[in-house]
């Protein structure tokens, strides 16, 4: 069996930034165990896979180790093939998903807007082991969504972490957020998932359904810019609806071919 593959950046207008992608448009669904092989194959942060429907497009998304419940930047970079590669009519694509309802993409001109669901984090103790793996000072607050989520103090703490992935790994959650007020952003933030397979995510879409309601409140507005600072680097145009999110961003295409299975 011949499958199309394409990867894409999200989060960003140049190759090699943001966050890379690959996307698998199928006829029907693989058996579970097959999507997830591509996926370790591919060794990116996230695969996502996606079926046509009577609504638009039915969504799934694997990192190299399990099937995750939401993904930001894979949602970008299916939309943006399906817009710039696959010949999709019209400006606004239907994602329906397991776990995540059904999640909205508009084209924008050169920008993709995302409609997702927002996520406010809730006060939680620090887990054993946290702080030793991070290798940072104590975070002026500690929260808790899907994720850990941890506010500091400067944009500086944020980038100079360097935290022990092999410890993070132990952790009992999904992901850890890290974030703080930007220098020229609104805020910024790094994400590690190394018990997903993902060391540091370059750009995260779901952290932002935890960090755009919560900086929305900090900040007493509901637009907001901002930066993921990981080595890669993202860039995001967001806005608190309440009970859902608005991000926005680019993409680019990287790759297109197809795997045999």
């Not at 370790?40 to 399990?66: I, S």
């Not at 939401?70 to 943006?80: E, I, R, S, V």
């Amino acid at each position: 069996m011949t499958i199309p593959i394409y990867q894409a950046d999200a989060f960003t207008d140049k190759l090699f930034g943001g966050n890379p992608a690959a996307v698998c448009p199928l006829e029907g669904w693989l058996p579970d165990e097959v999507m997830q092989k591509i996926a370790m194959e591919n060794n990116l942060a996230e695969t996502a896979f996606f079926v046509k429907n009577e609504n638009g497009y039915l969504l799934r998304w694997f990192t190299p180790e399990l099937e995750i419940d939401l993904c930001g930047h894979a949602t970008l970079a299916a939309a943006h093939i399906l817009f710039t590669e696959l010949g999709y009519a019209g400006d606004t694509i239907n994602f329906d998903t397991v776990k995540a309802g059904t999640l909205v993409v508009t084209r924008d001109g050169n920008k993709y807007t995302m409609n997702f669901p927002s996520r406010l984090p809730f006060a939680a103790d620090i887990p054993e082991g946290l702080m030793a793996a991070l290798g940072s000072a104590t975070p002026k607050e500690v929260l808790r969504s899907r994720d850990y989520f941890l506010v500091y103090e400067t944009e500086d703490e944020i980038r100079n972490m360097v935290p022990d992935h092999s410890l993070l790994a132990k952790i009992d959650t999904l992901g850890i957020i890290v974030t703080a007020p930007g220098k020229d952003v609104d805020f910024v933030s790094r994400f590690f998932a190394p018990a997903a397979g993902v060391p540091e995510d370059p750009v995260t879409g779901s952290a932002h359904c935890n960090l755009i309601p919560y900086w929305a409140n900090k900040l007493g507005k509901d637009r907001l810019h901002a930066y993921q600072v990981s080595p890669r680097k993202g860039e995001l145009w967001c806005e608190f609806k309440g009970d859902r999110v608005v991000m926005a961003g680019n993409a680019v295409t990287y790759l297109s071919g197809s795997i045999v299975v």
